[in-house]
């Protein structure tokens, strides 16, 4: 079965209409623009592949608009859910109740588990799907057009593949999975997605379609050690959080949401990533129960001192700065 036709089935099968790419609609755009360009070298007694030039105002126009759009309200509809269900998930006591109570999401905790299995696979047929489509555009336009206007979207945050969201999703079913197994209940989550490590470095991973696997390093790139605390930057990347800190010259007091628009990435170097970070709370709890097994045992443990150390000096010169402050000195 074709790629598309698994897709539009895909998505009909879904209970509710969720935003996808309209996978028809833009292989109709590249048709046409194809026999127009044709018909102009017809016209001309010109003899010419069929394929439209590199920048085509015929596609450019109105494919690449269109797939933006489309991009935009996949990783919106994405983020929003899953950021409810987790929500959900990781509350506690008299919060989760309220949250039920609010009515964020419906169903037992079956369908909690479900509906995170329903965005895993929403997140990875749609990236599927708008990598094919950019592979057809420069197929069809002999170009890198298609995978230039992908690191277009990754600048502009809707890639769905850099959601951090999708890292969450990810950790929570081995999470589930986990627990299931020790339970001795039947797993009945996502079974496609794994940590693992690679020369002690840990990496998730996950089988995409169309034989495609995903693998998110989580390997600090400022501590070089296995993420603490772990968040995610707007741009998509992973650090400690007091490596994040640091590098956006803010203490741990203040936090991340005090840093300054200017403070950048220090891997891409993009500006204004740190406002919007989240905190990775189920891939930190993977990683505390899941950390290399051929590591020391007390590794986990020595790092959380090590943080709580860091943190009461930092808390302890704020405060020491703040009372100066206040008496003038």
């Not at 079956?110 to 489509?133: F, P, T």
């Not at 501590?223 to 994040?244: K, Q």
Request: glycine share 6%; with cysteine; net charge positive.
């Amino acid at each position: 079965m074709k790629f598309c036709k698994k897709y539009q089935e895909y998505m009909q099968g879904q209970e509710k209409k969720l935003p996808g790419v309209g996978f028809k609609k833009l292989k109709k755009i590249l048709k046409n623009c194809r026999r127009e360009f044709q018909s102009k070298n017809d016209a001309h007694g010109v003899f010419h592949n069929q394929t439209c030039p590199q920048h085509c105002p015929v596609c450019d126009g109105t494919f690449f608009p269109s797939l933006l759009k489309e991009m935009s309200d996949i990783v919106g509809c994405f983020n929003e859910r899953a950021q409810k269900l987790l929500e959900l998930h990781l509350a506690s006591g008299f919060r989760k109740y309220f949250i039920w109570f609010k009515g964020k999401l419906q169903g037992s905790h079956v369908a909690l588990i479900q509906e995170g299995k329903d965005l895993v696979n929403y997140a990875l047929i749609n990236a599927v799907a708008i990598r094919k489509i950019l592979k057809k555009y420069d197929k069809v336009h002999f170009s890198k057009q298609g995978q230039a206007f992908k690191s277009q979207a990754q600048s502009m945050h809707i890639e769905i593949l850099q959601s951090p969201w999708l890292c969450e999703l990810m950790a929570f079913h081995i999470n589930l999975r986990e627990t299931k197994v020790k339970s001795g209940m039947t797993p009945a989550s996502f079974e496609g997605c794994y940590l693992t490590f690679n020369d002690g470095k840990p990496f998730l991973s996950c089988e995409l379609f169309d034989s495609v696997k995903l693998d998110i390093d989580l390997t600090c790139s400022i501590c070089l050690d296995t993420v603490f605390d772990p968040v995610s930057l707007t741009c998509g990347h992973i650090f400690c959080y007091m490596c994040a800190c640091s590098a956006a010259s803010v203490s741990i007091v203040n936090g991340l949401k005090a840093a300054e628009p200017k403070e950048k990435c220090p891997l891409c170097r993009e500006a204004g990533v740190y406002e919007g970070f989240v905190h990775l709370d189920e891939l930190s709890i993977l990683l505390r129960r899941r950390y290399d097994p051929n590591s020391c045992s007390e590794y986990w443990e020595q790092r959380l001192q090590m943080e709580r150390v860091e943190r009461v000096r930092q808390a302890k010169e704020h405060w020491e700065s703040q009372c100066q402050a206040f008496v003038g000195v």
